[in-house]
């Protein structure tokens, strides 16, 4: 009997193609699922899925570390009470733990996105609120996006506090300006230091002046001081109290009990801190102390510290300047001395109108012209004719400022003279009241050799540019000397192979393959000290025996040529190299800095060693030692300079970093072994050395890197060192 075989159905067969498919098409969902899960998790911000009732769906791995949590830690809990400004406040409950900085309301109210920052564990995050919505337009779950705007607001935070500092200075220079008693002026002084929000203190303090005649304290201004306190601090003896401990000493007191201050505690009833500031003028004499009192137990802060040594310098100002009005107050004639004996050019202008309304002997002397020449001129007549427009606007601009009570910054301007030729000054203006008008005065420094001298440093740069140039062709053409030589060989045996027959395919083949990596060689040559002298825009970290290598590498061939041996000592792990490619990474010897102006610095130090070596040997002349020039000569034709030897040492103690590079050269003579820093100084024969080299790596180690060096003689020759701190040094 024939077995019947069973059709499939057609449904059926269907039914399993859509699965199939199906299936496929929930595998792809499910990769796409994961890879955009894997994208959100790798944004560099944190992402929170929040339900219409702000409770959280999931968080990325980001927005995890930085709320120190997790996603199954929040899930299903509402944001106010698990990460809220209130989560953690017993005392409220339910939307009374809502966040007071939040705008999640609002994004759901508006049904637009909102943007709010807000606090969270001493870090501070800007949050973007995102509304989703259903295809009926209801919101059904919230997006977050979270930054963390941390650095930005200690940046922010920095800004406001410069500020403040600024406008308190600024604020303090007007009212030392005003023309009222000095008491009137240290009162309103006071006041403002109390404002400053920087500062933690009460509104409680005090100026103290120093009586010459027993250099004694006696209290000149006063804020917040009872009776008893008055009495008690009428007059301080030099070494009484803080205040006059401060005085005596030089430099700040500070005290955070109240129980150490006084010695009659009675008058005291509050308990508190105190600041004692010593008022000092430049020429360091003290002028008085500024007394602070703060909360008792305040910790001491060296911003407060360095905020209160400012307001103290200006005090002095005042007080020196309240000291030259004493003395000009008496007569127009002794003001008149002291204007006039004022070395830079002074000029006082109508504040309204511009008009110069007087001017002292430096400004005739400057101008070429007779003060009443001067009178009657606009402030804009000062400076050249092409200048005049920007003169003016310049002048505006910094009336505006006086106006507003904002110090203007310094300018530099050139002023025109009688004989047609131009200066470049300086100009500070300030505002001055004379005869009940406001004015301006306007002091005018020539800076003529200021300028004179920067246009010598930047020719000493560029000098040093070329120097540098002029030492990196030497050493090429060293380095290009062997393999030169072997291309001209390989040239002048091509015809000989050819008259004996033996210029055949194999050699061909050979020469191009020698010729060719004598070339390449060059060529890496020139690379190496293209890349050398190219100055690093970008501080980068590195090992400095490393660099040391690499500046060998480029000498070896002239080191080799003149006799000179080198070594390179890591004394962290007792390690001595005898040749640059020996030299191997060393982690201890990282530094971060601009790598090439330290390798220029290097470069100049043993090119200077290697000079002196040659010279030393030319001259076969005695060393030198620390304390002067030694008196034994070089014996046997090759002394200790006849065989070269430059020697560098690497030390490491905690976080100085020593680079150490000593030579046999025979030293520096005592007499001038401190000028070989200055510019144009050179120990080398005429013709040899710019002596700029040395000044400029001073210039580049101490200005631009931030270390320091410096140079001692030893036996036989000398040392230069180079410090760095920490792993930074610039």
Same mark, same amino acid.
Request: proline content about 3%; charged content about 25%; glycine content about 6%.
């Given at each position: 009997?024939?077995?019947?075989?069973?059709?499939?159905?057609?449904?059926?067969?269907?039914?399993?193609?859509?699965?199939?498919?199906?299936?496929?098409?929930?595998?792809?969902?499910?990769?796409?699922?994961?890879?955009?899960?894997?994208?959100?998790?790798?944004?560099? &911000?944190?992402?929170?899925?929040?339900? /219409?009732? %702000? *409770?959280?769906?999931? $968080?990325?791995?980001?927005? +995890? !570390?930085?709320?120190?949590?997790?996603?199954?830690?929040?899930?299903?809990?509402?944001?106010?009470?698990?990460?809220?400004?209130?989560?953690?406040?017993?005392?409220?409950?339910?939307?009374?733990?809502?966040?007071?900085?939040?705008?999640?309301?609002?994004?759901?109210?508006?049904?637009?996105?909102?943007? &709010?920052?807000?606090?969270?564990?001493? /870090?501070? %995050? *800007?949050?973007?609120? $995102?509304?989703?919505?259903? +295809? !009926?337009?209801?919101?059904?779950?919230?997006?977050?996006?979270?930054?963390?705007?941390?650095?930005?607001?200690?940046?922010?935070?920095?800004?406001?506090?410069?500020?403040?500092?600024?406008?308190?200075?600024?604020?303090?220079?007007?009212?030392?300006?005003?023309?009222?008693?000095?008491?009137?002026?240290?009162?309103?002084?006071?006041?403002?230091?109390?404002?400053?929000?920087?500062?933690?203190?009460?509104?409680?303090?005090?100026?103290?002046?120093?009586?010459?005649?027993?250099?004694?304290?006696?209290?000149?201004?006063?804020?917040?001081?009872?009776?008893?306190?008055?009495?008690?601090?009428?007059?301080?003896?030099?070494?009484?109290?803080?205040?006059?401990?401060?005085?005596?000493?030089?430099?700040?007191?500070?005290?955070?009990?109240?129980?150490?201050?006084?010695?009659?505690?009675?008058?005291?009833?509050?308990?508190?801190?105190?600041?004692?500031?010593?008022?000092?003028?430049?020429?360091?004499?003290?002028?008085?102390?500024?007394?602070?009192?703060?909360?008792?137990?305040?910790?001491?802060?060296?911003?407060?510290?360095?905020?209160?040594?400012?307001?103290?310098?200006?005090?002095?100002?005042?007080?020196?300047?309240?000291?030259?009005?004493?003395?000009?107050?008496?007569?127009?004639?002794?003001?008149?001395?002291?204007?006039?004996?004022?070395?830079?050019?002074?000029?006082?202008?109508?504040?309204?109108?511009?008009?110069?309304?007087?001017?002292?002997?430096?400004?005739?002397?400057?101008?070429?012209?007779?003060?009443?020449?001067?009178?009657?001129?606009?402030?804009?007549?000062?400076?050249?004719?092409?200048?005049?427009?920007?003169?003016?606007?310049?002048?505006?601009?910094?009336?505006?400022?006086?106006?507003?009570?904002?110090?203007?910054?310094?300018?530099?301007?050139?002023?025109?003279?009688?004989?047609?030729?131009?200066?470049?000054?300086?100009?500070?203006?300030?505002?001055?009241?004379?005869?009940?008008?406001?004015?301006?005065?306007?002091?005018?420094?020539?800076?003529?050799?200021?300028?004179?001298?920067?246009?010598?440093?930047?020719?000493?740069?560029?000098?040093?540019?070329?120097?540098?140039?002029?030492?990196?062709?030497?050493?090429?053409?060293?380095?290009?000397?062997?393999?030169?030589?072997?291309?001209?060989?390989?040239?002048?045996?091509?015809?000989?192979?050819?008259?004996?027959?033996?210029?055949?395919?194999?050699?061909?083949?050979?020469?191009?393959?020698?010729?060719?990596?004598?070339?390449?060689?060059?060529?890496?040559?020139?690379?190496?000290?293209?890349?050398?002298?190219?100055?690093?825009?970008?501080?980068?970290?590195?090992?400095?025996?490393?660099?040391?290598?690499?500046?060998?590498?480029?000498?070896?061939?002239?080191?080799?040529?003149?006799?000179?041996?080198?070594?390179?000592?890591?004394?962290?792990?007792?390690?001595?190299?005898?040749?640059?490619?020996?030299?191997?990474?060393?982690?201890?010897?990282?530094?971060?800095?601009?790598?090439?102006?330290?390798?220029?610095?290097?470069?100049?130090?043993?090119?200077?060693?290697?000079?002196?070596?040659?010279?030393?040997?030319?001259?076969?002349?005695?060393?030198?030692?620390?304390?002067?020039?030694?008196?034994?000569?070089?014996?046997?034709?090759?002394?200790?300079?006849?065989?070269?030897?430059?020697?560098?040492?690497?030390?490491?103690?905690?976080?100085?970093?020593?680079?150490?590079?000593?030579?046999?050269?025979?030293?520096?003579?005592?007499?001038?072994?401190?000028?070989?820093?200055?510019?144009?100084?050179?120990?080398?024969?005429?013709?040899?050395?710019?002596?700029?080299?040395?000044?400029?790596?001073?210039?580049?180690?101490?200005?631009?890197?931030?270390?320091?060096?410096?140079?001692?003689?030893?036996?036989?020759?000398?040392?230069?060192?180079?410090?760095?701190?920490?792993?930074?040094?610039?």
């Amino acid at each position: 009997m024939q077995k019947t075989i069973k059709q499939p159905d057609p449904e059926c067969q269907e039914l399993k193609r859509v699965q199939a498919l199906l299936e496929n098409k929930l595998s792809s969902t499910i990769e796409t699922v994961i890879n955009l899960q894997s994208m959100i998790d790798n944004i560099p &911000f944190g992402i929170a899925y929040l339900d /219409k009732d %702000f *409770r959280f769906i999931r $968080i990325n791995k980001v927005l +995890e !570390d930085m709320l120190n949590t997790s996603t199954d830690s929040l899930a299903g809990k509402l944001c106010y009470e698990s990460v809220g400004e209130y989560a953690d406040d017993d005392t409220r409950h339910g939307e009374d733990k809502i966040c007071s900085f939040c705008k999640v309301n609002e994004c759901s109210s508006l049904k637009k996105s909102t943007v &709010f920052e807000r606090p969270f564990h001493g /870090k501070f %995050f *800007r949050v973007t609120a $995102i509304p989703e919505f259903d +295809e !009926d337009g209801n919101i059904y779950r919230f997006i977050g996006i979270v930054e963390d705007i941390s650095r930005q607001k200690q940046y922010e935070t920095r800004i406001l506090r410069n500020s403040q500092i600024n406008s308190a200075i600024a604020s303090i220079l007007k009212v030392s300006m005003e023309t009222v008693p000095l008491k009137n002026r240290f009162e309103k002084i006071l006041g403002l230091i109390f404002s400053v929000p920087l500062l933690s203190v009460m509104p409680i303090g005090a100026i103290f002046l120093v009586d010459d005649k027993d250099n004694s304290l006696h209290l000149m201004a006063h804020k917040g001081f009872t009776e008893p306190m008055i009495e008690s601090c009428r007059s301080v003896m030099a070494g009484e109290c803080l205040c006059g401990k401060a005085a005596m000493g030089e430099s700040i007191i500070f005290d955070a009990c109240s129980d150490n201050i006084h010695k009659d505690k009675s008058k005291y009833s509050h308990p508190h801190s105190h600041y004692c500031v010593p008022i000092i003028s430049e020429s360091d004499t003290t002028y008085g102390v500024l007394t602070l009192y703060l909360e008792e137990n305040h910790l001491r802060s060296d911003e407060e510290e360095k905020f209160l040594i400012l307001v103290a310098n200006t005090l002095s100002l005042i007080i020196k300047r309240s000291l030259m009005e004493e003395v000009i107050s008496d007569s127009e004639e002794r003001f008149r001395n002291i204007f006039n004996a004022a070395p830079d050019a002074m000029f006082i202008g109508d504040k309204d109108t511009g008009i110069i309304v007087d001017a002292n002997l430096s400004a005739e002397n400057l101008l070429m012209m007779k003060r009443e020449e001067i009178i009657g001129m606009h402030f804009t007549r000062l400076h050249p004719p092409y200048d005049e427009d920007n003169a003016r606007q310049r002048f505006q601009r910094h009336i505006t400022q006086l106006k507003s009570g904002k110090p203007p910054l310094p300018l530099e301007n050139q002023v025109i003279r009688a004989d047609a030729t131009c200066v470049w000054t300086e100009v500070i203006a300030q505002s001055i009241t004379l005869n009940n008008k406001e004015c301006v005065i306007g002091v005018f420094r020539d800076i003529t050799m200021r300028r004179k001298y920067e246009m010598e440093e930047k020719l000493l740069i560029q000098q040093s540019k070329m120097a540098a140039m002029g030492d990196m062709i030497a050493a090429i053409a060293h380095q290009w000397k062997q393999p030169l030589n072997s291309l001209s060989l390989f040239v002048q045996d091509i015809r000989d192979a050819y008259e004996f027959g033996e210029l055949d395919g194999v050699y061909i083949d050979t020469a191009v393959k020698n010729s060719m990596h004598q070339i390449d060689f060059m060529a890496r040559t020139i690379e190496v000290f293209r890349n050398f002298f190219m100055p690093s825009i970008q501080k980068e970290t590195f090992d400095i025996l490393g660099v040391t290598s690499e500046v060998f590498s480029m000498l070896s061939s002239q080191l080799k040529t003149n006799s000179i041996s080198y070594s390179i000592t890591c004394h962290t792990h007792n390690r001595t190299f005898g040749s640059f490619a020996e030299v191997t990474h060393c982690d201890a010897a990282s530094i971060t800095t601009y790598k090439n102006q330290l390798a220029h610095v290097i470069l100049n130090i043993i090119n200077n060693a290697k000079d002196a070596i040659i010279q030393r040997r030319k001259l076969a002349m005695p060393g030198v030692n620390e304390d002067g020039p030694a008196n034994t000569p070089i014996t046997g034709g090759r002394g200790v300079a006849a065989d070269g030897s430059i020697s560098v040492d690497f030390e490491r103690y905690g976080e100085t970093v020593k680079l150490s590079i000593s030579d046999n050269g025979g030293g520096i003579p005592v007499k001038i072994i401190d000028k070989i820093f200055e510019p144009y100084f050179t120990t080398k024969s005429e013709g040899q050395g710019t002596g700029i080299g040395l000044y400029m790596s001073k210039i580049i180690v101490e200005d631009k890197l931030g270390g320091k060096i410096h140079v001692r003689n030893i036996e036989g020759g000398t040392v230069f060192t180079l410090e760095f701190t920490g792993r930074q040094s610039a």
